[in-house]
């Protein structure tokens, strides 16, 4: 059974940064395309970083480049948001995504991110 759990959210000030992790199970990340994306309060969902399966090549929204950083921990099938220089538009509930090579889609539950002093 595949499952995402995203983690590492919480309230961080502006200028800060976080970490989230999304640990997998059921499948390896290191086999599909992954993603975070996040929706803002009042807002759609919307894509953040992605990191590809064959060769970890990634690929990030103009929002959030040269701050975020999406990797990956085979050996933990764990993916992660390394997020620096928080913004307050930054806040969002953030989930992590997996994509199987047929096209199917997998959602994590989400984890909430607020960047606010």
């Known amino acids: 059974q595949v499952q995402l759990v995203e983690s590492g959210g919480g309230l961080v000030q502006p200028g800060g940064s976080q970490r989230l992790s999304c640990a997998a199970s059921?499948?390896?990340?290191?086999?599909?395309?992954m993603s975070w994306h996040r929706q803002p309060p009042g807002k759609e969902r919307e894509l953040v970083a992605t990191i590809t399966s064959a060769g970890g090549n990634t690929n990030y929204a103009d929002s959030v480049k040269g701050r975020f950083t999406i990797s990956r921990d085979d050996a933990k099938n764990t993916v992660y948001l390394q997020m620096n220089s928080l913004k307050p538009e930054d806040t969002a509930v953030y989930y992590c995504?997996?994509?199987?090579?047929?096209?199917?889609?997998?959602w994590g539950q989400g984890t909430q991110v607020t960047v606010s002093s």
């Open positions: 059921g499948f390896t990340v290191s086999r599909y395309a």
């Open positions: 995504k997996a994509r199987t090579g047929s096209g199917i889609y997998y």
